[in-house]
């Protein structure tokens, strides 16, 4: 049991390790950690070429790093193939015949892939895309459910150096045609469908109308998932192929080639605060770096474990923790196509249960609905087998954090808050469950070489429980390379706070014990479910609508997605304001982004709080989503009727 005691500074409980926990963990102790800290941090090349050298290199790197901020190169002359670490590696270290991957659909089909068998699949997809004409740098869709073949379609394409670019089942058929337009791709990897919540989701579907518009690509290669009438499916001669079928026709051997390690890897579209997505660049050599590593030490894990990230695929997550990460470092996983709560809310306890899980990953949000959901899910599992919990994607409340160390980790495992973003590759602020005392809310201190800091606008660091903006001082093999195809827009985001330091664009604090505690996005970057979406893009979402004239979006907090979409719209003259219309517009944003980014409100207003310069005062209307009221300075406001107004319509 890991005992926890008063802090009392602040009256909040410390968690500490358990000694049967730190003796077997990789780091043992605080000393340990603090040791190798130090030296990561004044030889960070000498810390990670440590590391680098434990994957699978076909030629030698000549340097650690090349920095010209802000660029950075990894490993520099060094050549690798990423799939070998994460599968060729394993024919020949005794893992050859472990469970790689444990996969179960939502309806209750399961499937194990060994390494050895990964390792096949791996191939005959890389020959399959080599046969379709694609050549090394070519960018590559995926847009596919959580099933094996989405992961065996990413290394495929690492294989043979092509680019992958994951979009999110969620997604709509718009955002994936933004997303093609912009990385150009040329072939797209999907499925007839996936199940979600009992029902099927139609991606090829979703493909079909998104190549209307975009007539880039040469191939579409499906994976049948369903298989039947319930995912209909029209293919295009000439253009779509089964996977299936083209399996059939190519070899299973695959010798990997070696390519340089500042390769491309992948792209992977998050949100900023414009419209139009970043499509955020990773690399090869320095990226498989930075995944394994913080898999090995933060997840400790261990020849015998099974480990579960619930996240997607389509996310940084599904990237890092369940592909590249888990599969470098050789472990077992679970994978699960569905919903957490089909066909109820015991579906990830049951999942724990059957596979024995012993390493868990989710995001605070999944916590919270299964707090609200009730303890009798968990109570009636054996979830036992359980030793690590972790939490990504926002802060962990506190009562999330106790909920998940008394209901799910029976008081024993240590859970590491990981904070990390999809431009960072990797977590770069964690406990390390062996040595690091927690406390509920805070992610702790840096991972080894992360040289994390909280500045003010001056570029001073702040003192103890101080807020700021959060930097990170030195590069690290994880880090975005650029924004593809926008140079000009890395440098903006990121670089141009402060001379050579990346800004994450979180504001934080850090406690007397060096402790950083999050406090969330300083942008225009609102945090739904754990996932980022920009205010501007539901916006522009809302005013493609033919009766919206303009429109402001602001978050709110939110009991269970931590935070809502709250949208206000000012519709064109002449046009009546109805409830049918709210919902009419809820549903045009889910078509045209996708659900998650439905507003859980929306309030029709004659006019938006402007500043005499035309400017929308975003402030003020998340400062009334959030009280009720409007204090602070609104003397730059043009029309104070407009507040008013807002105010008396928000109390109804
Ligand atoms: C943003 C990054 C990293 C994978 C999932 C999200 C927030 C993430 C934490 C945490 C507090 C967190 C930050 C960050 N965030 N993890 N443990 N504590 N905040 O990746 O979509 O790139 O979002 O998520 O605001 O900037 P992402």
Redesign the pocket.
Known sequence: MSHSLKNPSSGENIFKPAKEFSKNARIKSMAQYQRMYQESIEKPGIFWAKEARELTWQKKWTKALKWKAPYAKWFVGGKLNVCESCVDQHLSNGRANKAAIIWEGEPGESRTLTYRQLHREVCTFANILLAQGIQAKDRVMIYMPMTPEAVIAMLACARIGAVHSVIFGGFSAESIVDRLEDCEAKAIITSDGGYRRGKVVPLKKNVDDALKKYKKIESVIVHQRIGSEEAPVKMKRGRDFWWHEQAAQVSSKHEAKAFDSEHPLFILY?SGSTGKPKGILHTAGGYLTGTYATCKYIFDMQDDDVYWCTADVG???GHSYITYGPLANGVTQVMYEGAPNFPDFGRFWDLVEKYQVSIFYTAPTAIRAFIKAGDHFPESRDLSSLRLLG?????INPEAWRWYHSKIGGERCPIV???????TGAIMISPLPGCTPTTPGT?TLPFFGVDAAILDETGQEVGPNEGGKLVIRKPWPSMLRTIYGDKKRYRNTYWDDYPGIYT???GARRDKKGNFW?T??LDDVL?VS???LGTAEVESALVAHKVVAESAVVGRPHEIKGQGIVAFVTVKSGIETSDTMAKELREHVGHIIGAIAKPDEIYFTPALPKTRSGKIMRRLLKELVASGTVSGNITTLEDHKVISDLQEQLRK
């Open positions: 998050t996310w940084i997550t939490t990504v994607g926002e802060p808050d990981t904070w990390w973003q999809t431009e992610a994450a664009g979180d999050i969330g996005r945090n754990g996932h980022r």
